[in-house]
């Protein structure tokens, strides 16, 4: 997979995405990723890219020379459109299941916003969804594009060590991850539970699974309504006499 960022401040996404997890598979070529400066592609001889907005009001907004110049040089290395996306508040909220679907897609472009925005015009051109990732307002689209990287990249084949690191985690099946420990098997007088020290992997499972449940009911009961539920889901949940 191919992720192109279209960004004035590129060594703001590098400084995370070069680094830890990500930063190894880039390395491995797990995924391909690029950081491009915007600013690079401006034909203004004082390397502004962004000008007074029509109408008036508060602030700058940036231009479509320079924005649509830098997504066309993409294509010296590609002969298809990518997926563009440009990162905004006004987007459709970013979860689990549109980090999933984003992983299936073999090149994507986050376009970063900055300064009020950027001109209507070029958006229309290029993009093919707005995305956010929570109601509230960043000074650039910088750590929303790094925070969408990092939750899709990490399911892509060879970022893991298994693919069972994210397919059990919090949202993937639409619960809440169960709790986990490690040694010591007791701190500050509070033990293990009994069961994941008895190495039976079906009660582990059963434990683990009902955890994942209870975890959910207790901080974020309206999951439930869309979560994966099996039969045995749904018969625990009547045995706690639990109801929506």
């Known amino acids: ?6 960004t004035l401040f590129p060594d703001m996404c590098e400084a995370v995405l070069g680094d830890s997890i990500i930063g190894r598979a ?17 034909t203004d001889k004082h390397g502004r890219v962004d000008d007074a907005p029509y109408g008036g009001g508060m602030g700058m907004i940036m231009s479509v020379q320079p924005i649509y110049d830098c997504y066309r040089a993409l294509f010296d290395d590609c002969s298809e459109k990518p997926h563009v996306i440009y990162m905004s508040p006004k987007g459709k909220t970013f979860d689990q299941k549109k ?22 015009r070029v958006l229309d051109e290029i993009v093919d969804e707005e ?6 307002v960043l000074t650039g689209g910088e750590m929303a594009a790094v925070v969408v990287t990092d ?3 990490r399911m892509l084949p060879g970022v893991l ?13 639409g619960l809440l991850e169960y709790p986990q420990y490690t040694r010591p098997a007791e701190w500050h007088g ?3 539970p009994d069961v994941l020290l008895s190495g039976h992997h079906k009660n582990i499972e059963k434990w683990r699974r009902e955890q994942a449940l209870l975890t959910t009911i207790e901080k974020r009961p309206e999951m439930l309504k869309n979560a ?3 039969k045995a889901d749904k018969k625990f949940l009547e045995s706690i006499e639990y109801s929506e």
């Open 1 to 6: 997979m191919r992720i192109d960022i279209l």
């Open 26 to 42: 880039r390395v491995s070529g797990a995924v391909e990723i690029h950081c491009h400066n915007i600013r690079d592609y401006t």
């Open 99 to 120: 980090a999933i679907e984003l992983s299936g897609r073999e090149h994507i472009v986050l376009l970063c916003g900055h300064y009020e925005g950027i001109d209507q």
């Open 131 to 136: 995305i956010s990732i929570g109601d509230y």
């Open 151 to 153: 939750a899709v990249c």
């Open 161 to 173: 060590s298994d693919e069972i690191c994210f397919t059990e985690e919090s949202h993937f099946s």
């Open 190 to 192: 509070k033990k293990v």
């Open 228 to 230: 994966e539920l099996t």
